[in-house]
């Protein structure tokens, strides 16, 4: 990808601008990869995977390029505002990104978020030795189970990075747009996995005790971040709400 293709991308009418910032990145999903430009971009430079020498080097001469000109911008950003990088500035927003990071670890939906990646892939483990059990027999889960594992799988640890994102973000007064749309997407997540792991309770009540915690966790999950970012169920996703 070179700059040219980067400023067509931009300029195209066809693609929703910052539609892949709230969304769940379940592109084989997805029902707006036409209007995507990260997806387009992932299209053409799978495209243009290197497939010998010569063109390996092109690949990385492009990258090398792509370096110069993300120098390039921030030093004329900088400049533009007065910045100058000093040491000592660099360690004060190392500090800053440090504490940052630890009040948002230590938020309360960020840690049940944790919790419920842990028992979902302990959960999802019973679930794959039950497959690999079966697979002998020719036997496989019916398509609409197998769904909703995929869905539990997907959303498992992403919960915990939105909603740590999202705490994160909050911190800041400009990053308040940014909260609300990670929250968002991660309220999403947790309605969906609530929806896929009741279908599977339903189905397989033999694995109850691992589930019942789950269906719990997402709910008190729910609530905390529907407490901390009130106004995330409005939050309007470019291109996808
Ligand atoms: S908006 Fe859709 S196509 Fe684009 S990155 Fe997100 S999931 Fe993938």
């Known amino acids: 990808m070179i700059p040219e293709d980067l400023s067509e991308l931009v300029s195209n009418p066809r693609l929703i601008p910052g539609i892949h910032n709230y969304c769940d990145r379940w592109c084989e999903r997805c029902p707006r990869t036409l209007r995507c430009s990260v997806f387009e971009i992932e299209q053409r430079n799978a495209a ?25 911008m921030l030093e004329q950003r900088l400049q533009a505002e007065g910045i100058e990088l000093t040491d000592e500035l660099l360690r004060q927003s190392d500090r800053d990104l440090e504490q940052s990071a630890n009040r948002a670890a230590n938020a309360r939906c960020v840690q049940l978020a944790r919790q419920y990646a842990r028992l979902a892939s302990q959960a999802l483990e019973q679930f794959d030795r039950q497959r690999s059990q079966c697979k002998p027999l020719g036997i496989d889960f019916p398509k609409p189970h197998a769904e909703a594992l995929e869905i539990v799988s997907w959303y498992q640890s992403f919960l915990y990075t939105k909603l740590r994102r999202a705490t994160e973000s909050a911190q800041d007064e400009i990053g308040l747009d940014d909260a609300n749309g990670s929250a968002k997407v991660a309220l999403v997540a947790a309605d969906r996995s609530l929806s896929a792991w009741g279908q599977l309770l339903n189905a397989y009540p033999e694995h109850q005790d691992a589930i019942f915690p ?16 009130p106004q995330a169920r409005d939050f309007k996703r470019p291109g996808l709400d």
């Open 214 to 229: 789950l269906l719990t966790l997402l709910q008190k999950i729910t609530s905390e971040a529907e407490a901390s970012f």
């Open 48 to 72: 243009q995977q290197p497939s010998s020498d010569q063109e390996n080097q092109s690949f990385w001469k492009a990258i090398e390029d792509s370096l110069a000109l993300a120098l390039q």
